[in-house]
C-alpha cells in the first residue's frame, strides 16, 4: 500500500487563501480604502479621511487630524494632536456649554457685546441692593457629589480652599444669571460685573451727597447753631407727598439716647429702596432694606450705635432721596 505522502501547499495557494479571507473580511465588516488615501468603517463611500460608522453614530476625521480622541483612560479624553492646536468646534457650528471641573487660559475669555447685537436696552436699577444681598462664601469641592469616583482623580488640591456664591440664594436674588441642568445649578459670574459698577456709582452718588450735606451743615452751624428747620422740611414734605415724590423725614426726638423715629415717604412705584447711616467720614455704617411703601417709619435703637454724630439717608431705585443729620447721646 502507497504511503501519501505530505506535500506542503505552494506559495500560490497561501496567498490564495489569505486573499479569500480578506475579502471575506471586508465584506463583513465594509472597510473600504479609496484610491485618495479615504478610510470608511461602515461606509463604503467615506466623505474625509477618516469616517467611522457605528450602531447610527458618526466619527470622522478631517484629512489633517488635529484632535485625538482617547478612551485608555478611565475616561475618554479629548486633546489636540501636536503643538495645542484645535477648535471645539467651528464659526458655524460650535459649543455653547462645555463643561469642566477646571479650565485655564492663556488668552483672557471674551464674550460678545456689540451693540448691534443688543435690543431693548434699558438701564440696571436697584444694583446696590442685590449686591448687598448676595453672600459669598469660601467653601471645599465635594469630589463625590461633583462627579468624581474619589478625589484621588482629581489635581492635588483642587478639592480645598474655594470662593464663590451658592446658586440656590442667588437664584432668590439675580435668577437671570442661574442656570440648572442635570448637574445642577450653575451660575454666570461674568454676569455680575455691571451689577458692581453701577452699585459702585449708586453708592458713590450717596457719598457725594454726604460730603455736600456736612459741608451745608457746616456752613449753617457757622452762621446760626441754633438755626432750626424743622417746619421747612415738614412743608417741603408735605408738598412732596401730593405730588407723590419720595421724601426722608427728620428723626425725632433729636437728639436721641434710647431710640429715635424716622418717617418715610415711598411711592408705590419704588422697587428697591435702602436705608443707610453714615458716621462723619462718610463710611456706612448700618443699611435697612425698606420693604414698606407709602408712608413707613424706621426706628434706630441707641444701643446699636456709640454715642456721637450721624447721617442718614435713602437708595430708592439709584436715586438719593434726602441727607439729613442725627445725634445719639451718651
Known amino acids: ?45 467615506p466623505s474625509t479621511y477618516v469616517e467611522i460608522y457605528s ?56 464674550e460678545y457685546s456689540d451693540r448691534k447685537l443688543k435690543k431693548n436696552i434699558e438701564p440696571l436699577e436697584g444694583s446696590l441692593s442685590k449686591i448687598l444681598q ?14 468624581f469616583t474619589s478625589s484621588s482623580e482629581m489635581d492635588p488640591g483642587d478639592d480645598l480652599d474655594h470662593i464663590g456664591l451658592i446658586a440656590q440664594e442667588v437664584l432668590e436674588i439675580l435668577p437671570e444669571i442661574v442656570n440648572e441642568d442635570s448637574l445642577g445649578y ?3 459670574y461674568t454676569r455680575i460685573i455691571p451689577l458692581l459698577i453701577e452699585a459702585i456709582k449708586e453708592q458713590q452718588e450717596m457719598i457725594f451727597a454726604l460730603e455736600k450735606k456736612i459741608k451745608d451743615d457746616k456752613e449753617a452751624d457757622s452762621k446760626d447753631p441754633e438755626l432750626k428747620n424743622s417746619t421747612d422740611k415738614s412743608v417741603a414734605n408735605a408738598d412732596a407727598t401730593e405730588l407723590n415724590e419720595p421724601f ?3 428723626n425725632s426726638p433729636n437728639p436721641f439716647h434710647e431710640n429715635t423715629t424716622i418717617t418715610y415717604y415711598l411711592p408705590s412705584d419704588i422697587k428697591n429702596a435702602l436705608f443707610y447711616v453714615y458716621d462723619l467720614q462718610g463710611k456706612q455704617i448700618k443699611s435697612i432694606n425698606l420693604a414698606e411703601r407709602e408712608f413707613a417709619e424706621v426706628v434706630i435703637y441707641g444701643n446699636e450705635l456709640q454715642a456721637g454724630i450721624y ?15 442725627m445725634v445719639l447721646t451718651d
Open 1 to 45: 500500500m502507497k504511503r501519501k505522502v505530505f506535500t506542503p501547499p505552494s506559495c500560490q495557494f497561501i496567498i490564495l487563501a489569505l486573499l479569500l479571507v480578506t475579502i471575506c473580511k471586508l465584506s463583513f465588516t465594509q472597510i473600504t480604502v479609496k484610491s485618495d488615501g479615504k478610510i470608511g468603517i461602515g461606509t463604503t463611500d
Open 55 to 110: 450602531l447610527g453614530t458618526k466619527f470622522s476625521f478631517p484629512s489633517s487630524p488635529s484632535i485625538l480622541i482617547n478612551n485608555y483612560y478611565s475616561t475618554q479624553r479629548i486633546y489636540p494632536a501636536t503643538n495645542h492646536t484645535g477648535y471645539l468646534g467651528t464659526n458655524t457650528q460650535f459649543w455653547c456649554r462645555i463643561y469642566a471641573d477646571k479650565m485655564y487660559y492663556v488668552y483672557a475669555p471674551s
Open 134 to 147: 448676595l453672600r459669598g462664601v469660601s467653601y471645599d469641592l465635594d469630589a463625590e457629589a461633583a462627579g
Open 186 to 188: 450653575s451660575i454666570q
Open 248 to 250: 426722608l423725614g427728620q
Open 311 to 325: 447721617y442718614y439717608s435713602i437708595l430708592a431705585d439709584g436715586r438719593v432721596i434726602g441727607m439729613e443729620k
